[in-house]
């Protein structure tokens, strides 16, 4: 019950600490054959990897990675492939500073897990969080790099849509801008203006939250389950478990508190094949736990990061009130870089219930037959 792995039939547990010498992962599941490489791995890392903007850590981490196991040669593609046995991927820690954290050794930060850390075991690594640190997200963007080979045809896609109070324009979305400015917005007018307004917010030595979206389209009609695998639950499942988020929302979410029944129920008709067209994904891409066929849509709500300049008032381990500033080197807005993570849980959420529908149904897809039409 050590709680570090997540997944059913495609299963990922993640090791390792911030300040340890390496973190990693281990993919089991993954179905044999797919090609696969490091370089394949490290397209996504290097979109979460820290210093690659000044509104980023400074922490120059490389996040190269490396395979360790489940991979072999396959002389008739000339690459590496899958081999269905245990995938291990380690990247290395290269810039951590310890030395930044002596002074908070016996203080608990505030709106850190210092305090409850030392609740549950008695003992904590305060060298960057330790285990708690989203250090540890970097392991499961390379699961997520793995987790797309199992999913043919599908595309999963963030993007921020909010940052602290400024939300985007959803009329000027455009997917080719998230790749153009270095808070993944699609919105450029939104990015340009988030800029200027961050940079007073790192420069203030403070923080500020965010709201991200992650869309999965190609996503066939019959994922999921419909009481305790729920797609929709699994996926919230997913982004509640990533550091520092706070709400998770699917399609329309708290918004369809103020919709009537009318402007909510997605309507369909049937299209050229004699399958339903939906005339609005109100839903998410989920009904009744199960994937209709639409784009998946989810939101999630970050926190602003708690390593912040201010001095803040707190306790220590020993008993004492004390005040302190988190020193070291932080985000300003931890929600740029769990973009990449967000895409990353929700492709792993898919290929297990896509692994999931098979193994139970025999059909990588849904029933592939035209509706009665009575």
């Known amino acids: 019950m050590s709680h570090n792995s997540f997944g059913h039939l495609f299963r990922v547990t993640t090791w390792g600490e911030s300040h340890g010498p390496a973190l990693g992962c281990v993919v089991d599941g993954c179905p044999p054959g797919l090609p696969i490489s490091a370089d394949m791995i490290q397209h996504w890392l290097d979109k979460r990897r820290p210093g690659g903007s000044r509104f980023v850590t400074q922490r120059q981490e490389p996040d190269q990675v490396e395979i360790l196991s489940g991979v072999f040669e396959d002389e008739r593609t000339d690459g590496l492939v899958t081999t269905g046995t245990p995938i291990s991927l380690m990247i290395r820690n290269v810039d951590q500073r310890s030395k930044d954290y002596g002074e908070i050794r016996d203080k608990y930060r505030p709106g850190h897990a210092d305090y409850v850390y030392d609740m549950k075991y008695g003992v904590r690594d305060y060298r960057g969080g330790g285990r708690s640190s989203a250090r540890e997200t970097a392991a499961r963007v390379a699961a997520g790099a793995v987790a797309r080979l199992v999913l043919p045809g599908m595309t999963i896609r963030g993007t921020m ?7 985007i324009d959803r009329s000027r979305w455009d997917w080719a801008a998230v790749d153009e400015n270095p808070f993944f917005c699609p919105d450029p007018v939104a990015a340009k203006e988030w800029e200027d307004y961050l940079d007073g917010i790192r420069k203030a030595g403070s923080s500020v939250g965010a709201v991200l979206e992650v869309v999965a389209e190609g996503v066939p009609a019959g994922l999921g389950s419909p009481i305790y695998a729920k797609l929709d639950q699994e996926i919230a499942s997913a982004l509640m478990s990533i550091n520092a988020v706070k709400g998770v929302e699917i399609g329309e979410g708290f918004g369809a508190a103020e919709l009537t029944g009318e ?25 009744g736990g199960i994937s209709t066929g639409e784009p998946i849509v989810a939101r999630f709500a970050i926190k602003p990061t708690s390593s912040i300049l201010t001095l803040r008032q707190s306790v220590s381990a020993t008993g004492e009130e004390v005040d302190l500033r988190t020193k070291g080197r932080h985000d300003p807005c931890v929600g740029i870089r769990a973009v990449p993570v967000g895409e990353a849980m929700i492709a792993c959420v898919i290929a ?20 009665h039409r009575g």
């Open 161 to 167: 849509v909010q940052m602290g109070p400024h939300k």
């Open 263 to 287: 402007e909510n129920a997605d309507e369909m008709r049937l299209g050229p094949n004699g399958h339903p067209v939906f005339l609005s994904n109100k839903a998410g891409g989920i009904l």
């Open 352 to 371: 297990d219930q896509f692994l999931r529908h098979r193994g139970q149904t025999g059909r990588p897809g849904p029933v592939d037959y035209p509706l």
